[in-house]
Every structure is written in C-alpha cells, then in structure tokens.
C-alpha cells in the first residue's frame, strides 16, 4: 500500500515535503500511526457515519454527462464519479420499479421475499414485516433514518415506510403515472396521493414540485442532523425521470436539450447541494453516498425517456439496456477517487455494503447480496458473486451472467413496434418478440447482437447449472421450477 493510500486513509494526503525530504518528526509518528492502522485492517475498519443513497427513477444506464452522451449535463454526479468509485457493470434485480427497490432496500433477489413487478394502488402484497430494510438497519445502529420521494413497496398503512424504518417520510406511496392523467388509461388509476408520514397531502400534485420538493426536503432534514450532532440515513428516491416528465420553472429549458435533460439537470442539482452541505459541515469524510437507478430507461416514452447508449432495449427487459444502470458511491479517504469498477455487482449488495461501513450486523433472515468495500477500495478487482440472476414479471428467471458472459433462456419480451412515442405519449411495444437460449460475451459485445452460444458449449452448460442451482432455491415460473427457500410476502 503506497504512502498517498496509507495517508489518504487518514486524512493525511498532503504530508509537507513528500517522500523524498526528511519528513518532519510530527509527520513520521503520523505515517506510523497511520501504517500501525493500516497493518490491522480487520481490528480497525473505516467506518461511516453518515450514508446516502440517492436513487433515480427510469434514469438510462447512459444519462450522465460525465460519458459524454449528448445534451446530459449533470456536474454534480460527475462530481460523484470523480471523487469516488463508478461502476460500469452495476445491475438492478430486475427491470421495473418494486422489484428492484425491494432488492436495493433487503439485500434480497426480489422473488425470495415475494415482490414482483410494479405493485399498483390497494395493492395486495407489499413488504413484509420480518423483512430487515436498510432502514431498520441503520436505525439500529443509531442512525436517524428518512425518505424523501417514492416507495413502491406496498400502499397500505401496513406496508408504509414508516412500519420499515423510517422515521420520517414524504413522498409517494407508488408511481406518479398511476393517476387520472395517463396517457394512456387514465381510468385504470384514481386520484395519487401526496403523502407526509401516513397523512395525505395533496391529491394529483403537480409533478413539477417533485424534484424540488423532495431535495429541498432532503436537504433541510440533512442539515437538521448534521447541526445536531446525529449520524444519519437519507435515501432520496426521486420519483423522475419516470414519466410522466415535469421540471421546476427555474429548470424548465435550463439545458436546451429537452425536458428530459431538464429534468435530470434538477435532480442533478439537487445532489449537489447535499454534497455542498456535507463540505459545510467537514461531513463528507464520514458519509458514505451511493447514486443508482432503478431500472433502465423507458423507451417507448422516446423524447420523455433516457438513453441505454449501446446496450440493448431498455427498462421491462433483462437485457442490458433494462438492468445495467448508473451506479456511483462516493466515500473519501476509503474509496480511491476516480476508481473505476468493471466487476459485476448490483443492488442487493447494497445493504451488506452498508452494513460493514457501519459495522452493522447483517439481517438473521438470508439474503442474497455480498459486501461491495473490498471492490470499492481497490482490495478486490473480482465481483464478489460467482453468477447474477436477473428475472421480470412474476419472478421468471430470464438470464444469468458470469464474469464476461451472459446466457439468455428462451423468453419473451418487449421491442418498440413502430417509431418511439413524442411529447409524454408513448409509441406502441410488441410484446411477442422472443429471444431463443443465447450466449452473449459482453467484453467484446456489450450491446448482446451475437450470440455465440454454439462457439461455447461449456460456457452454456456452466451457466445453464448455476441457473439451475438458483432455480432450485428461489423458484422460476418460465420452468415451473418451486423454490425452496422462498418467503411470504407482506399482506395487508
Ligand atoms: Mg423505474
């Protein structure tokens, strides 16, 4: 471990002189206690006090400005990307809205605690309570605990946020397109609360408040703690870009490149000034900030959706452009800055991510997620996890990738029919496009157009048993296959 490491480690980057002069005495007993600290990683691990997860709604696994993509312009997660880790192959659990926040939030594949899917208002299903949230886990390591924007894991009183850890909610109990002004089925959805706790406070709110509202709100909560002296948990779950697609004035037209740049350019904004409050308070040392998507852009939306650049499909699909999404976590002093992280990973390993940051326990139920620090550090270069299993719908395991390769099991799936929608109206999907056993290898073809499986027999047949052995634990409705090892949902 160089000596830049050993110093940035404890806040000793810029030790005067450098290596190569005779260091002052106060700055040799420094590097020692640095080194002594260092050479006992495991009696001494960094610890955080403050952890942020901000998650985006629909937003493109290419929709930051920092790739270069055309009329994105986002400074402050570039920011992100410059001063931490940026992952390249970061995954969802699966390509839609409950799902994968129920993985982000347990650890856990979506269909091992019964959540599939996008749950719609009174729904039936929702978290259940013996299942640990990232929430409750921090709460029991003394931080206060908030969520400012979507939930998505139960409408019911039974399933609110607050019944999950956290202590303090606004936001939305589901999607801001469930209400009367769909584009498409306007009476398939009633009026869409706007809730603070478990009290409404508004019906059919503008959908322009939302990103302002929800970073102020996060922000001035943020603060409110960090003045008081308590470590803290903010997920702030931006309910946009997911259409439909509204700015504040101030960022109506800011970027000159649509209403979806727009709107990311807010959100954007938005996490710029938790970073900026963070620096006030000499907290940014301390806190551990993570930024992902929940699923890949929404494509039939055209102008209203994000991009998957060279990946292909998008959100509703396993292919790339549905689960591979932004991922950035910053945490200086223990994240090389500027680390960029190839090796496979996803949201369920969020949870045990931030359970070793906090020197928390892990939850007594099994999860399926895997420390990321070694990763994130630079300790490791290898994905934690031997294969990711991706499933949609109602838990059918659609795809499983291992280092390089990906194999697709014969399913169906969503392509655009005809051109992309304009202007929030959507253009029409086919939804019998089906795709036969297929073997991808995505260092050499990201964007999954040959498949190779026949080139690569044992690849398929290594793949195909790693599926099997999943099935078998969590189930798959594409084969009939019951898991074992499956758990209730909650019910109202
Ligand atoms: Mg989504």
Redesign the pocket.
Known sequence: MGRARLGALVGLARIPGGPSRPMRPLAAILLALATSACLAPRSSPPRARNVIVVLT??QGWADLGCLGTPGIVTPSLDRLAREGARWTDFYVAQP??SA?RAALLTGCYPQRIGIAG?LGPRSAVGLADGETTLAELCAGRGLATALFGKWHLGDAPAFSPLRHGFQRFQGLPY?HDMWPHHPESPDAWGDLPLLDGERVVAWNADPARYTREFSQQALAWMRGELAAGRPFFLYLAHPLP?VPLAASADFRGRTGAGLYADVLAEIDAGVGALLEELERHDAARDTLVLFT???GP?LSYGDHAGSAGILREG?GTTFEGGVRVPCLVRWPGVIPAGRMIRAPAMTIDVLPTVARALGAPLPELPIDGRDLLPLLTGASEESPHPALFFSYGDSALEAVRAGRWKLHFPHGYRTLRGPPGRGGIPGAYDHGARIGLALFDLESDPGEQHDVAAQHPAIVAQLTALADAHRAELGDTLTGIVGRANREPGRP
């Open positions: 709604d629909d839609v809205c994968s996008a999607s997911h998507s929940d699923n929404w959100k």
